[in-house]
């Protein structure tokens, strides 16, 4: 089919290519705006203290987009989801259609916008998605700080518990001095040794070699009390340096969460009803547009059909034609033929009886000769030639005419 034919053929049915599109915006329109009006409102989450200050901990080049990203995990997480609810009665599945969190061009900011159908639960699901995921990203961090300063608490007391041990054991509470005045008793000793030597006093520097001996005997006996002693002492110290670091980390969270307070850094408008006019439009427009082409789609398959249609009724008029042309042919030299004995006897003579049976061999010859033509002409025509028609027709041969006999 050329394209100025498809042109007519959708010229003809003009009300089809038009009616159908038609319909279907209008139908798609209609079912649209039958919808009940859906409504949105959208939480401004503006965090500066929470990212880039020194106690943060979304700090450096990354911070903004580490801050972001978890906040958009946890938000769309099911933690949050769950405790949201169960504050406003709203089922999850409704959360996670409605719900869209998004970052403000590339700051830290973010809106996260909801709708829904019902207007009285906006605001309390965007109050309860913020605040729940502000107290998850940053209560779950003053919570791990907790944690680490009651477990350097702990640390702390076993190694005090363990030197108040070692205190009773050994009846010193500081070793090390212990130690040092020991020293200091040997080396008064040798001194006073040293000087009765000095003097010429033997006997004296004699009898002090006594004490010397066992002076020096107990200072020896430091020397594994103090190894246990330093062990115990560097396990406390320890303990509180990992206290204070705890402790440190604990303070920090706590001002992160501070910032963090939701009636700060979250703003919420209020709700108001969704505008359905470019929806509507754009959804009207694809379906007119998919409706035209199904529309053009119909035409050329409609014309197809009838032009197969138009096709096998010509074809069987012109067989039926043909079958009733051959057929006259048949018939009429037949009829010509066996006229002829009478048209041509002599004036006044009648015309000498047939030979017996020459009559009847006229007879069965035209009609089998009739009989044969139709027959040759039909099947020509079956075989769509016509020359098979005119050939069946040449075939028909009328019967001999017989001579008139001669007078004696």
Do not use: C, W
Request: charged share 15%.
């Amino acid at each position: 089919m050329e394209i100025i034919d498809f042109l007519k053929a959708a010229r003809r049915r003009l009300a089809l290519v038009i009616l159908l599109p038609l319909i279907s915006m209008v139908a798609t329109a209609g079912l649209l705006l039958s919808q009940p009006p859906s409504y949105t409102a959208t939480a401004v989450v503006d965090p500066p203290a929470l990212v880039g200050s020194l106690d943060s901990q979304y700090t450096g080049a990354q911070g903004v987009n580490q801050f972001v990203s978890a906040f958009e995990a946890t938000a769309s997480g099911p933690v949050v989801r769950r405790l949201v609810s169960l504050d406003t009665g709203v089922g999850t599945a409704t959360l996670n259609d409605g719900l869209v969190v998004t970052q403000r061009l590339t700051s830290a900011s973010l809106a996260v916008t909801y709708t829904t159908t019902k207007k009285d639960t906006v605001v309390p699901v965007l109050n309860g998605v913020t605040t729940a995921t502000l107290r998850t990203l940053f209560e779950s961090q003053v919570q791990s700080a907790q944690g680490r300063v009651e477990a350097a608490k702990k640390a702390v007391d076993d190694a005090s518990t363990a030197i108040g041990t070692f205190t009773a054991k050994y009846s010193m509470a500081d070793p090390q001095k212990a130690y040092e005045a020991q020293l200091a008793r040997v080396n008064s000793l040798v001194q006073q040794q040293a000087s009765l030597t000095a003097a010429g006093n033997s006997v004296g520097a004699a009898a002090l070699g006594s004490p010397i001996a066992s002076a020096r005997a107990d200072l020896a006996k430091f020397g594994p009390i103090l190894n246990e002693f330093t062990t115990l002492t560097t396990a406390r110290d320890t303990a509180v340096a990992g206290l204070d670091a705890a402790n440190a980390k604990l303070s920090t969270a706590t001002v992160q969460l501070a910032n963090a307070d939701p009636t700060k850094i979250v703003f919420i408008g209020g709700a108001h009803t969704v505008d359905r006019v470019p929806v509507v439009l754009t959804t009207t427009a694809s379906v007119g547009a998919a409706a035209f082409f199904l529309a053009l789609v119909l035409v050329l398959a409609l014309e197809m059909l009838a032009r197969n249609r138009r096709a096998r009724e010509l074809e069987a008029a012109g067989t039926a034609t043909t079958v009733e042309d051959a057929s006259e042919v048949s018939v009429q030299p037949a009829a010509t033929e066996a006229s002829t004995p009478s048209a041509t006897a002599p004036h006044g003579t009648a015309a000498a009886p047939a030979p017996h049976g020459t009559a009847s061999a006229a007879t069965n010859g035209s009609t089998s000769a009739a009989s044969n033509g139709a027959t040759a002409a039909t099947n020509g025509v079956a075989n769509g030639s016509t020359n098979g028609a005119k050939t069946g027709a040449d075939n028909v041969t009328g019967p001999s005419v017989p001579r008139p006999a001669n007078r004696s």
